[in-house]
């Protein structure tokens, strides 16, 4: 059941496609949670904010964020005047942690007209973007993705579609490998990569997520890796570079069960401290941006086979993934240690905020 909500204001200005008054309608759907008994959520029309605000006040009745004084969202005894309830005012720069995004960073509130419209797609955008990712993602296709991103939006895509076609496309580049056409199979990994931000991305910003769409999306990332490394040390052996049987075989096991493994770790860590092992410490953050998931190991391969030696490159994304998961090992024990003292563990970001 939908929470009550109020919505203050017209704004016929759209933002991702559709009004801010929709918008903020999806996003009290989405969330799903019951208000308390006699409150209802309040929207102020005027702005376009991070949805981050709503789930901090579903948790928080009687608390509204504002931006200069005027109510942005909140939670409010039904029909009461939103300024009278505790009030948290964005504008004074405060910095806010983002579990579900693993970032610590001030939410964006922005005055919707057609003027800002686009900025404020813009902010929304990278918005959504993990704080907490590899260096590809984070540094080297935003702006593309971006584009890629507004461009389904306009024309009524929606994030299953874009999952669906980089799924296509990452089973293409499989095959490719399989039979030598690195370059030709990169290129298709390359745009499957780029469409794995934007059907996320997408989601977010036209608040379309969906649980299968989410459980399809996260089961390709987790199941693929492991075959495309495979394929590509088969298709060795059209470039006359094939790996000698038992350099195959170790090859192989060090980045599946070196892939399964980190992920075995990264899941425990969750489990036994609740937030991912790579928020703990500015160190394990730091090292997300190049442990040995797809993208790095993508980057790895790309090199050495401009370097006219992708069997090199196969060797030496099995040697990062042994260390990355020694790395992991470490940290996993690390954390248990100073569990055991009494510590709490508690992510960095969440420590350096206000």
Same mark, same amino acid.
């Given at each position: ?74 939670q ?14 964005l ?51 935003p ?5 890629? !991103?507004? @461009?389904? &939006?306009?024309?009524g895509? %929606?994030?299953?579609? *874009?999952?669906?076609?980089?799924? /296509?496309?990452? +089973?293409y ?12 199979g ?8 780029v469409?794995?931000?934007v ?38 052996? !059209?470039? @006359?570079? &094939?790996?000698?049987?038992? %350099?195959?075989?170790? *090859?192989?096991?060090?980045?599946? /069960?070196?892939? +399964? ?5 990264e ?6 401290f ?63 240690a ?17």
């Amino acid at each position: 059941m939908s929470a009550p909500i109020r919505l203050l204001g017209e704004n016929s200005t759209p933002i991702w496609g559709m009004t801010n008054a929709e918008r903020c309608r999806r996003m009290a759907d989405k969330d799903g949670k019951p208000v308390a008994p006699g409150h209802e959520l309040v929207f102020n029309l005027a702005y376009v904010f991070d949805p981050m605000l709503l789930r901090w006040v579903i948790e928080q009745p009687g608390t509204v964020f504002a931006w200069g004084g005027a109510p942005v969202i909140g939670q409010v005894p039904a029909g009461s005047d939103p300024m009278a309830a505790t009030v948290i005012d964005l504008s004074d720069g405060r910095k806010l942690y983002n579990r579900q995004l693993r970032k610590l960073e001030q939410p964006f509130v922005r005055e919707l007209t057609p003027a800002t419209r686009r900025e404020i797609e813009r902010k929304s955008y990278f918005g959504a973007y993990k704080g907490v990712t590899d260096a590809l993602t984070k540094y080297l296709w935003p702006e593309l993705a971006l584009w890629l !991103t507004r @461009g389904a &939006a306009s024309i009524g895509m %929606t994030p299953n579609m *874009v999952t669906a076609i980089g799924a /296509a496309l990452c +089973v293409y580049a499989t095959y490719l490998f399989a039979y030598g056409h690195y370059w030709q199979g990169m290129l298709a990994g390359f745009i499957f990569m780029v469409l794995d931000t934007v059907d996320g991305k997408l989601a977010r910003c036209t608040i379309t997520s969906s649980k299968w769409g989410n459980v399809a999306d996260h089961g390709v990332d987790l199941i693929h890796p492991p075959f495309w490394w495979y394929f590509w040390g088969v298709g060795l052996g !059209t470039w @006359g570079l &094939a790996l000698s049987n038992q %350099t195959f075989l170790l *090859v192989m096991v060090a980045v599946v /069960a070196g892939y +399964v493994l980190q992920r075995v770790i990264e899941g425990m860590f969750i489990k036994d401290f609740g937030m991912d092992i790579h928020v703990w410490q500015k160190f394990d953050s730091d090292f997300r941006l190049i442990t040995a998931r797809r993208n790095p190991n993508f980057a790895i391969l790309f090199f050495a086979t401009l370097a006219g030696r992708p069997d090199i490159g196969l060797i030496a994304l099995a040697w990062w993934t042994v260390i990355s998961l020694v790395v992991h090992a470490v940290r996993l024990v690390q954390a248990y240690a100073v569990k055991r003292s009494g510590r709490p563990i508690v992510s960095w970001m969440e420590e350096a905020q206000p």
